[in-house]
Structure formats: C-alpha cells, structure tokens
C-alpha cells in the first residue's frame, strides 16, 4: 500500500532524538494527525504510548527500533523507508478495556495493549476471588496478583510471570497469576477473547490491592472488570521479514 504523507515521532533518548532529525533532513513528513502513516521511533514501550497516544486517530503505526528490546519494531534503517512502508504487512490489535472501582467508589476506565494487571500495594498477600463470564472460577487466590494478557503482550510481563505465548491469530486471551500461593498449583488459564474476566479483591483496605492497564494505574481497586474493546482497532506495520507473528513463534524457541 501507498502512504502518500508520513509523520515522524521519537522517545525522548538520544538515539531516538538523532534517528527523527536525519529521517526528517531525508523524508518530507507532515504532522501525525495529518499523516497516512506514523513513523515512531523508540523502544517497545514507546511505540505502545504512540498506539495509545493516536489510537483514536485510527492510522497505522511502523515502528523503527531506537530503544532496547524492540520486540514490537522494525529493524532501524533510513534507506528505502518509502519501499518498506509500501510492502509492509498490517497487523491488527485489540486493545482490553479494564473497569475498576475503588474503594471510595470511584469508577475507572483504561485500554490495555499488552494486559490488565493487578498487584499488591503492602507486604501483605492479596487475596483475589475471579469470575468468567460471571461464573466464579476460583474463590479465594492467595498471590501477589494476577494478569490478563493479549497475544501481543504475552511476551512482556506475561512471560516473566510463567505465562503462554499466544499466537497472534489464536484468538484468546492469557489469565496467569502472579507469585500464587494458593492453590499452590494453579498456573493460570486461557480464555476465548470474548470472556469477561472479573477480579473482586478481598478485605480490600486490609489488603490493598492496584490495577493497571499498561501504564495507567488505578490504586486501591475493589473491583476489576477486564475483556476485550472490539470498539476500537489498532494496526500495526511490519516487514515481511520481520512481522509479529513470526517473531512471537521463534520467542518459543528461544533457549
């Protein structure tokens, strides 16, 4: 596909800040919500402030690694830019919506990329009863959280706390829990992307306990109401050599 008008951002390292000078010295570019394409420039954690930055602008997104890990982005290059964007491969991402309510009954709304997570605020074990589809699951989880990842995100923070790595087109969602101590051998749960998944945390002022949606966090929750925003569509662009399906199969095999 053709991208007639291309916008630049870039993290606020170095690296980033020098690769948006050169590419602008290089490319004509227009400002994001003018652009066909977004160019962003950084690590993983800033292409998923970019998605959630523009993610009502509904424009693809075609990340250029500038940052550490870059699992979500594309090799870094300033030849051929145009090319590459012309015979990129689109992926498709849906954000979850977490609902929570706190203590003092406030309601709270987010969009997860990568998960909906929960952690405990003190020293103090949480203690968590979850509900799939308003059928309770497990009454009484004694942890220091627990999670629901998309295929996207199941190899952030889902991976380092033991969970699945789905396959992008796999269609469901990751439930892993984190440092569980009761029951002592539960490791979590895969659900079909269309389950709701409800977390209601015990003696929540003895026990507090902090949501968050990627990076928004919500302290003190009560209650946590997680599933999946089919309202909104995040597209991403990949190289045909490196699009995200392919990267998160070979993540399997990693020694």
């Known amino acids: 596909m053709e991208y007639k008008s291309i916008a630049f951002v870039a993290a606020k390292q170095t690296q980033a800040q020098d690769a948006i000078k050169r ?56 030849d051929k830019l145009i090319e590459r964007l012309a015979k990129a491969e689109t992926t498709e991402l849906k954000p979850l919506k977490m609902q929570a309510w706190d203590t003092k009954g406030i309601f709270h709304e987010a969009l997860a990329i990568n998960e909906v997570s929960l952690l405990r605020e003190t020293h103090q074990a949480a203690k968590l009863k979850i509900l799939v589809d308003d059928i309770e699951r497990l009454g009484n989880m004694i942890c220091d959280g627990a999670m629901v990842s998309t295929p996207a995100g199941s190899t952030a923070y889902n991976l380092s706390a033991h969970g699945p790595i789905i396959p992008i087109g796999a269609d469901v969602l990751a439930l892993t829990p984190i440092s569980v101590f009761r029951p002592r051998r539960w490791r979590g749960a895969l ?35 997680v599933f999946e925003d089919t309202q909104n569509a995040l597209t991403l662009l990949y190289d045909p050599e490196h699009n995200l399906e392919e990267r998160i199969l070979k993540e399997q095999f990693q020694p």
Do not use: C, W
Not at 33 to 62: C, M, Q, W
């Open 191 to 225: 659900l079909p992307k269309s389950a709701k998944v409800e977390f209601q945390i015990s003696t929540p002022k003895l026990r507090p306990v902090s949501a968050t949606a990627d990076s928004t966090e919500i302290r003190d929750v009560e209650r946590v109401v």
């Open 23 to 78: 590419l602008k010295h290089l490319y004509s570019y227009v400002e994001p919500e003018d652009a066909d394409v977004i160019v962003a420039l950084g690590g993983d954690g800033f292409i998923l402030e970019t998605l959630h930055r523009y993610i009502s602008a509904n424009k693809p997104i075609y990340g250029m690694n500038r940052g550490t890990i870059g699992f979500l982005m594309n090799e870094y290059d300033e």
